[in-house]
Structures are given as C-alpha cells and as structure tokens.
C-alpha cells in the first residue's frame, strides 16, 4: 500500500476534506517533504489543469497522482450522472470523460462520488441505480480502453446520497453491470457511519476495492478519530490490496499537522513503507 494526501484547486471547496489549499505546488512541495508517495487532485474542472505541468510537478517533487476527483461538477455547476434533465446529464458525463482523460493520461483513476447524485425518492431508487450504470459503464470503458485504469465509483454516506451507501452492497451491483472496469472506493469515513463491521465489508468486496480514503471517525488525520483503522487496514492487507490509502480529511489543526499526522498513522499501519 501507498501513501497519497490531498490537494483541492477549487475556492468553493475552502471548507471541504482537502488538506492542501493554497495550489499545486504548494502541494506537491509538502507532500514530498513529508515522504507521501503519491498527491490526489480536487480540480474545479479538467481545463483547469494542463496535463504537462501537472506531469512536470509531479517529475520536479518525485510524486505519482493517485487519483482525480470530479466533484467540482456538483460544487460548482449543479451536475449529477442521474440528472433527470438530459442536458444536465449529458455536461455530467463530459464533465467527468474530460477528467478521465486528464486523469488517465498520466495514469491515474478518475473518481466519481458525489457525482452520483441521488433518487428523488426512495420509489425511485432502483430506476435511478439503473440509469447510473448506464451513464458510468460507457466511461469506464472509455477509461479501460484509452487508459488502462479503473473508474472509481465511491459510496457515500446516508447524509450524501440515497444510492450507493455500502460496500459489500455496490460490490453486489458491480457484479450486475456490463463493465468490468469500475471499482470500489473505500472511504473509511463514510464507511464508519455505515458499514456494520468495516474490516468484514472490506473482505467482501475484496478485490474490487480501487482505491481508499483515509480517514478517522470524525473526517480528521487517521488517530485522531476513533474509527478502527488498524482493523479496516488490517482487512485490506488480507484482500491483497495494494493501491493507494489517500488522506481526503479536513486540515484541522492545520494542513501541515495534519499531514503529519496522516504519514505518521500511515506508517504504524503499514509497517513495510
Ligand atoms: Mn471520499
């Protein structure tokens, strides 16, 4: 397992889960001082990012990307992969095919979360699960077949979404889509507050988790919370995972602290590093 921190580009996002702010650079300069070996992007849109600088940085600081998320496209613009308006859908879709290929170009996963967007009811659940598949397949295989990487499909808190809470349940759905290039991303936050054994859910979804955040109880620098990491991570060792565990937490007190906080946990659990 690898260790990856994140860094958000996008101003709306100032209170969100993100432990680097302040650019790019910026990022990668104390993610490598700190010895993470891999930097996650929150960009507010693909165009936002030229892929040569962005190769360059991570050339100058001896850093991989881990993944990009696309969840600026619901921030900033409203857009969800589910959207009943057809319009709206088809930007959603661009949006996130665009940051594939950014993403996919310098060999990272993009990562859809709160893109999934939810049902307006409980009634129409399984209709909106449905039609999610059929937005997500095409862009994962546009992700296998120009890239060779996975797409990442995150499941959310019950706060944030009605369709995808669990892993071991979107495991299950997975199973049931034509695509076979999507994967799971674990975030030990959401997870905490829905899974009923987190380290049990793990093994089950087994090897098609893609990716994890990394994060206690309460969206702060693992150790800092009371979720049981060690056991979740414990867990992922077992399944033969061997991606990133990337820090998506809030810079309390402070980015650098929690940074640091993060590398030091991320060594305790993963002893080998
Ligand atoms: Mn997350």
Not at 41 to 64: H, T
Not at 74 to 82: A, D, K, N
Not at 256 to 264: F, G, H
Request: with cysteine.
């Amino acid at each position: 397992m690898q260790s990856a921190i994140t860094v958000s580009l996008v101003p709306e996002a100032r209170q969100g889960p993100f432990v680097f702010h302040a650019g790019l650079e910026d990022a990668c300069r104390r993610a490598s001082e700190l010895g993470f070996d891999a930097i996650e992007i929150f960009p507010p849109s693909a165009s936002a990012l030229k892929r040569d600088e962005v190769a360059a940085l991570l050339a100058k600081y001896q850093l991989r990307l881990a993944a990009v998320g696309t969840g600026a496209g619901w921030v900033r613009e409203q857009l969800t992969l589910v959207s009943p308006d057809e319009t709206v859908r088809g930007r959603a879709v661009e949006f996130v095919r665009a940051i594939i290929d950014l993403a996919g170009a310098l060999g990272a996963p993009a990562i859809v979360g709160s893109m999934q967007g939810r049902a307006a009811s409980s009634d129409e659940r399984s209709a909106t699960l449905e039609l999610l598949g059929r937005t997500l397949c095409p862009l994962a295989e546009h992700a296998h077949e120009h890239y060779g990487v996975p797409l990442l499909i995150e499941p959310l808190n019950r706060y944030e979404t009605n369709l995808l809470n669990e892993v071991p349940n979107t495991a299950q759905w997975l199973t049931t889509l034509p695509s076979q290039n999507l994967r799971i991303l674990a975030d030990l936050f959401h997870m905490n507050i829905e899974e009923a054994d987190m380290a049990a859910s793990i093994v089950e979804a087994g090897a098609l988790i893609g990716h994890v955040h990394f994060a206690d109880s309460n969206r702060q620098a693992v150790g800092l919370g009371h979720a049981p990491i060690a056991d979740a991570v414990a867990a992922l060792k077992q399944v033969g995972y061997q991606g990133y565990l990337s820090a998506e937490i809030f810079p309390r007190p402070d980015s650098d602290t929690a940074a640091r906080q993060t590398i030091e946990s991320f060594r305790k659990c993963v002893p080998s590093s």
